[in-house]
C-alpha cells in the first residue's frame, strides 16, 4: 500500500474553479505545460488528497479538498490545435505531457487566504507561500497538511 501523499493545484476561478469542479464532481488536471509541476504530478498516488487553490484573484487562497483517483493520462489538450494548450512539439506516438483525473471531495466554509497561510507556514513549511513561486502543483508536507485540513 502506497503513503497517502498531499499536494497543492492552482487555477484561476475564472478559468476552473472549485464551484465548476463541485458541479462536474471529476475532471482532468490537464494544461500543465510546465516540467516541474508535470514531475510532481508524476508522483502522484490514487487516493493522494488535494488542496485546490484559487489563483491570481483577490483574495487568492485554498478553497477546498479534491482526491486523485486516476494516474498517468495523456493530456489531449496537447494535441488539439485548438487548445491554448497545444504543444506542436509533443507527438502521439511520443507524448510530453500527461495529466491526472481528480474528484471532488469539499469546498472550504471560507478561503484559507494566501496572507492568512504566510501567517501559518514558512516557505520550507509551505511551498506556495514563497514569494516568486509561480508552479502550479506543489507538494504539501503531511504535518503542513495536517494543520491545512482542520482550518478547511
Known amino acids: 500500500m502506497t503513503e497517502e501523499n498531499f499536494w497543492l493545484m492552482k487555477s484561476e476561478p475564472n478559468a476552473y474553479s472549485i464551484e465548476t469542479l463541485k458541479n462536474d464532481e471529476v475532471t482532468l488536471w490537464d494544461g500543465i505545460r510546465n516540467y516541474q509541476a508535470r514531475n510532481f504530478m508524476r508522483k502522484m498516488n490514487k487516493g493522494d488528497k488535494v488542496f485546490f487553490y484559487h489563483s491570481n484573484c483577490k483574495p487568492p487562497g485554498i478553497v477546498g479538498l479534491m482526491e486523485v483517483i486516476d494516474l498517468n493520462i495523456i493530456d489531449p489538450t496537447q494535441f488539439d490545435k485548438d487548445s491554448k494548450y497545444f504543444d506542436p512539439k509533443s507527438k502521439p506516438e511520443n507524448p510530453r505531457w500527461d495529466c491526472v483525473k481528480v474528484k471532488y471531495l469539499s469546498k472550504s466554509d471560507k478561503i484559507l487566504s494566501l496572507p492568512e497561510l504566510k501567517n501559518l507556514f514558512s516557505e520550507d513549511e509551505l511551498l506556495v507561500v ?10 504539501v508536507q503531511n504535518d503542513t497538511a495536517k494543520i491545512l485540513l482542520e482550518k478547511i
Open 130 to 139: 514563497k514569494k516568486g513561486n509561480r508552479l502550479s502543483i506543489i507538494p
